[in-house]
């Protein structure tokens, strides 16, 4: 039972344009969501997180939007670089800022072309 | 800060053989988290720490798998009797409660 999932298993954008990924979950205890980053060889690297209680948050070029309703998330990077080319994962937890066990997507790969 | 450190970074052994893994977390997070990722797949969880009581373990974790923190601040992940299926990347990561899990570059385990 995949609780979070990122239907797109990779995305290719121009340099200088929006990347835009995509996350949706079924388990509606989820109240923190969170995207890290991965680069081969290496742990996941926190990007950007949001409370249910938002539906927008925003830091310098990554701003993330929760839909509760649609129990959809999304990852805006604007403009894009080609140091962003690296796997993307969602990830949502139960209980607030708690942070306790971590559920994932299974990842979007995200390729910037110069 | 010298962030999540894992040991050893690889690991190959014999189906049958038993395996043990080590998770330096950063200085004085109170938290501590296993999770284990397969290819094409994201991290899933396994078991975590506050300070050295476990607090949670996955469903899905077999009774071969045990993880201790006895003095709340390295961990160990043991396998017994190891299998192909167990063949996977080992993640740990570790927070203050309320902040967001920081990870290591994990210890990928591959089943001969």
């Known amino acids: 039972d995949q609780q979070v999932k990122q239907n797109s298993p990779s995305l290719s954008v121009q340099e200088g344009r929006i990347s835009i990924l995509n996350c949706d979950y079924t388990?509606?205890?989820?109240?923190?969501f969170l995207w890290y980053k991965k680069y081969p060889a290496e742990g996941p690297t926190f990007l950007i997180s949001?409370?249910?209680?938002?539906d927008k948050n925003e830091d310098g070029r990554f701003t993330v939007f929760l839909n509760k309703s649609a129990k959809h998330l999304s990852l805006h990077i604007v403009p894009s670089q080609p140091g962003d080319s690296a796997v993307y994962f969602c990830?949502?937890?139960?209980?607030?800022?708690?942070?306790?066990?971590?559920?994932f997507g299974q990842g979007t790969i995200l390729t910037v072309h110069p | 800060d010298t962030g999540v450190s894992q040991d050893p970074r690889h690991k190959i052994t014999k189906r049958g053989q038993n395996v043990t893994f080590r998770c330096d977390p950063i200085?004085?997070?109170?938290?501590l988290y296993w999770y284990r990722q397969t290819l094409g797949q994201g991290p899933e969880f396994l078991t975590y720490?506050?300070?050295?009581?476990?607090?949670?373990k996955s469903r899905l974790l077999s009774d071969r798998f045990s993880a201790e923190r006895p003095k709340g601040s390295f961990s160990t992940l043991e396998i017994q009797r190891t299998e192909q299926g167990d063949s996977a990347m080992y993640l740990c990561?570790?927070?203050?409660?309320?902040?967001?899990?920081?990870f290591g570059d994990g210890t990928r385990l591959s089943i001969l």
């Open positions: 990830a949502a937890s139960a209980g607030g800022t708690s942070y306790g066990k971590l559920t």
């Open positions: 388990n509606s205890m989820f109240d923190y």
């Open positions: 949001i409370s249910s209680i938002k």
């Open positions: 200085s004085e997070h109170n938290r």
């Open positions: 720490f506050q300070n050295e009581a476990q607090l949670e």
């Open positions: 990561a570790s927070n203050f409660v309320g902040q967001p899990q920081h």
